[in-house]
């Protein structure tokens, strides 16, 4: 086969891998806190958005809806569909609680070849599972990875989610997690209108490294409030377009206010 006619019939592929994984590049924090803030999970500047993936989880999970009910605190929580058929009852009583449950997906693939009939259909069983078990829509979708390829963000259009990502991460599904890393981690990044990514569960980490995000919480929400922020689930964060005209203030690894402006997290799990 002549060269000329070989890179031709490589054309429409390469179109179509870009097509597929381009819209990708908002895990990339610059690119989405430039090209869409609201992707970032950027709202109200007196307002933190307080989020978990990959639940639900029958052992870990009820240790995290304990403790933010000492706290005085409501999240979401993105769950996973084949884990919600799994334990119905650990997501029910998440919503109970007054929690707010989001859709994270069917299972926590790489979605790196284009399935966009089975996108869609994940997807809109995911949302199916978690309305069977607490009555409610979910409104909000986060992709495993924080991968959107031009599947999943049609999948969510299909099945009336809105997709949100996250501003700061604590790195808490590593083997070396302490409940230290990752409040230095999230307060590296986080300013108010920030979107917090934690996991309240190491289905897809290292065997325990929960029980660093779970010792967490309690200073990091101290923090916060300190820094006069209010805390809670994305139902309550805004996203008004004049968010970002107010400079927010973000939160150092000493736990001080720098005079910085926010810093969307760096990416990688979710």
Same mark, same amino acid.
């Given at each position: ?113 284009? #399935? ?20 409610? #829509? ?28 996250? #501003? ?70 805004? #996203? ?31």
């Amino acid at each position: 086969m002549p060269e000329s006619v070989s890179r031709a019939a490589a054309l429409p592929l390469a179109a179509a891998a870009l097509a597929h994984i381009g819209p990708a590049a908002t895990w990339l924090p610059v690119v989405r806190r430039r090209l869409s803030p609201r992707l970032a999970g950027a709202g109200h500047p007196c307002h933190v958005a307080l989020t978990f993936d990959d639940g639900p989880d029958p052992v870990s999970t009820p240790r995290f809806l304990d403790t933010l009910d000492g706290l005085g605190v409501r999240a979401t929580f993105f769950v996973l569909g084949d884990a919600v058929v799994r334990h119905p009852g650990v997501v029910r009583e998440t919503a109970r609680r007054g929690h707010e449950v989001a859709v994270h997906g069917w299972s926590h693939g790489r979605p790196w070849l284009p #399935t966009p009939v089975r996108d869609v259909r994940a997807l809109r069983r995911a949302v199916e599972a978690v309305q069977d078990v607490t009555g409610v #829509t979910p409104r909000w979708y986060r992709p495993p990875y924080g991968i959107l390829t031009s599947g999943r963000w049609a999948a969510a259009r299909a099945a009336g989610l809105r997709p949100v990502l996250w #501003t700061a991460w604590g790195r808490d599904w590593t083997a070396s997690a302490t409940p230290a890393s990752v409040r230095a981690t999230v307060e590296a990044d986080l300013g108010g209108g920030g979107t917090v990514l934690l996991h309240d569960t190491d289905r897809t980490a290292a065997p325990g490294c929960w029980h660093a995000t779970l010792g967490a919480l309690p200073d990091l929400v101290a923090d916060w409030r300190a820094a006069g922020w209010t805390v809670g689930p994305l139902a309550d964060h805004g #996203t008004a377009a004049e968010v970002h005209a107010t400079a927010p203030r973000v939160l150092g690894r000493s736990g001080a206010v720098p005079r910085r402006p926010l810093e969307h997290g760096r990416s990688r799990h979710g």
